[in-house]
């Protein structure tokens, strides 16, 4: 286990004593313990190894030795003991936005809920209204929570799925078994949201490989075994298949099972009209088999661009590939710098310092620092004492790394009425900031868009964050016409932010085409609250990828001096790019 998973299951623990109704300080120390854990430097298993687990705050002897058993088996008695112990729809239902372990154990004690199930039935039966602590609002809150569930039941964030994946392709390759091995599907093209995982192999001892596929530590459960595909079922739930295939039958399989139908199905349609039958076996015209060693081929062939998964959703990827017009995609390494970083100053868990180096560290030459401003109270929104004094570590700071730049930035919260936080004195500090609506989601589209507009327009707000409010797989966008709101902040010169956090990857990449053409800018951004957030960077850029978006159309692919330069440039003159 590494230290996030080993954080993950002392959550657990700690929800599991709440739902028993066990003291909360004993839980808190389990919630104290998953946080150092996953805010670690160091290896875990080196500290379990020499011993120093004992050494950190709040570690007796007791979760040290705990800690000693998940590095070295990968299980916890304790904590298997602790699961039985309880119904195990009591953990289902902390799924459901808006309900903790306090008012799940309550619904269980006082109506003996013991699902997911029972608990929509009693709500539309109107029984949770009597109990202490609850009344109609949280009844209904609670019901709406279980519809948004069963919505998005059997899908999953696309790091998590990654991650899996990841594991087993690695195993596989490993093996020696297999000639040529990867992911396809909606994780090759780096779809937000995916339902399951495909993987697909070439190998000639297809016996042997199913056999380590099937014998995964990762699977829970074997659901088909066949010579060419079979299907399992992994701890957390999500299905994953593995089809394998001859080598020369590979490149046209990767091509087929990465998708999407409808790009597959336009691809055919465009075979077609050449003479040629496409499928998951070959090129045919007639009965001759057209050799292809690689995917780049099958395109070749054709007289296309090769066409990255990530673009392969049909949405004018194959008539630009056949005019050579895909445009050159940014990457990961193209970024030189980040900004909307929370540090200690608001609601982040890491120092300034300790960001600075981290980004000098990953070869990122500046970082701009966004807390949150101070409606955000809930977040420990910063006043004007405080941003004085924040501004001051920062000028000390870029004295004491000359070779990198830290920039004074500031989540600014969009107030209900289309203001910001802060009058213009206070706002003239900031080298750049990030308008944000935190709350009153629920307007009316005209509303909102009204609202957003307003801020878009104050010349110095610099960026537009996270644009429509969503959580993946737990809040809907709020209802905004993003077709104002791309023509604005092309007009007015505002960044559109791409906020790479799992959880959010919005700007939407359906919009981001459409915003280019407009003649918007991007900034793609971590939203980070500790170091490890920066490297959400990268699901950023996949979702800019997928938007069709070059490094020409993101503002953090310029160098330090460029970069603060063009930030302050709608400060000075509420211009454009």
């Excluded at 687990?53 to 979760?63: M, V």
């Excluded at 609670?142 to 919505?151: A, N, Q, S, T, W």
């Excluded at 040529?180 to 993987?199: A, F, M, N, P």
């Excluded at 310029?558 to 603060?564: C, H, I, P, S, T």
Aim: with cysteine; aromatic share 8%; proline share 3%.
């Amino acid at each position: 286990m590494d230290q996030h998973e080993i954080a993950a299951l002392l959550n657990n623990i700690g929800m599991l004593l709440e739902l028993k109704g066990e003291s909360f300080f004993k839980s808190k120390a389990y919630y104290e313990a998953a946080r150092t854990i996953e805010l670690l430097e160091e290896d875990i298993g080196t500290l379990v190894k020499k011993d120093r687990l004992k050494d950190l705050k709040g570690f007796g002897e007791a979760l040290t030795q705990k800690i000693a058993e998940l590095v070295h088996t990968g299980k916890l008695e304790y904590y298997e003991k602790l699961k039985e112990s309880i119904p195990a729809g009591l953990m289902e239902m902390l799924k459901i936005p808006g309900l903790g372990p306090k008012k799940v154990r309550a619904v269980y004690e006082h109506l003996g809920i013991t699902t997911i199930g029972e608990l929509k039935y009693a709500c539309l039966e109107n029984r949770l209204t009597k109990l202490p602590g609850f009344g109609e609002k949280t009844q209904s809150k609670i019901l709406e929570g279980i519809d948004r569930l069963g919505k998005y039941e059997g899908q999953y964030l696309y790091p998590h799925a990654a991650k899996l994946a990841s594991k087993i392709v690695k195993s596989l390759r490993e093996s020696g078994l297999v000639i040529r091995c990867s992911v396809g599907g909606s994780l090759r093209r780096k779809k937000e949201v995916v339902k399951d995982i495909d993987i697909l192999a070439s190998s000639n001892q297809r016996d042997e490989v199913m056999e380590l596929f099937t014998k995964h530590p990762l699977v829970a459960q074997v659901t088909s075994r066949g010579d060419t595909k079979s299907s399992v079922v992994l701890e957390d739930g999500i299905n994953a298949d593995l089809r394998v295939v001859n080598d020369n039958e590979y490149p046209y399989a990767l091509h087929h099972f990465t998708g999407s139908k409808e790009h597959n199905t336009a691809m055919r349609h465009m075979a077609k009209q050449e003479g040629v039958k496409m499928n998951e076996y070959g090129l045919f015209k007639g009965d001759d088999n057209i050799v292809c060693t690689s995917e780049e081929e099958i395109f070749k062939y054709f007289g296309m661009s090769y066409i990255p998964p990530e673009l392969r959703e049909d949405n004018g990827e194959i008539q630009a590939a056949k005019n050579g017009t895909l445009p050159p995609l940014l990457e990961l390494k193209d970024i030189k710098g980040i900004f909307h970083v929370h540090s200690i100053y608001s609601d982040g868990s890491s120092s300034i310092e300790d960001l600075v180096r981290y980004c000098m560290q990953k070869g990122y030459s500046y970082l701009g620092i966004s807390d949150h401003s101070q409606s955000a109270y809930y977040a420990g929104g910063l006043k004007e004492d405080r941003i004085k004094k924040q501004h001051e570590e920062i000028d000390a700071l870029n004295l004491k790394y000359p070779g990198f730049l830290i920039l004074k930035g500031i989540e600014l919260d969009i107030l209900p009425d289309g203001g910001v936080d802060y009058n213009d004195e206070i706002l003239s500090w900031f080298d750049y900031t990030i308008a944000s609506v935190h709350s009153s989601f629920q307007m009316e589209e005209d509303k909102m868009t009204e609202r957003v507009i307003k801020a878009m327009k104050n010349r110095f707000v610099t960026i537009l964050g996270h644009p429509t409010g969503r959580l993946l797989l737990s809040r809907e966008p709020f209802k905004i016409d993003m077709g104002e709101i791309i023509k604005t902040a092309a007009e007015e010169g505002v960044i559109l932010e791409i906020n790479a956090n799992p959880h959010r990857l919005d700007l939407d990449w359906r919009y981001c085409k459409a915003a280019k053409e407009a003649g918007c800018k991007f900034a793609i951004c971590p939203d980070a609250h500790r170091v490890e957030g920066i490297d959400d960077l990268e699901y950023g850029v996949n979702i800019a990828r997928k938007g069709w978006l070059t490094g020409k159309d993101v503002v953090n692919t310029l160098e330090a001096d460029a970069v603060k330069a063009l930030l302050g440039k709608r400060a000075r003159t509420a211009g454009h790019f």
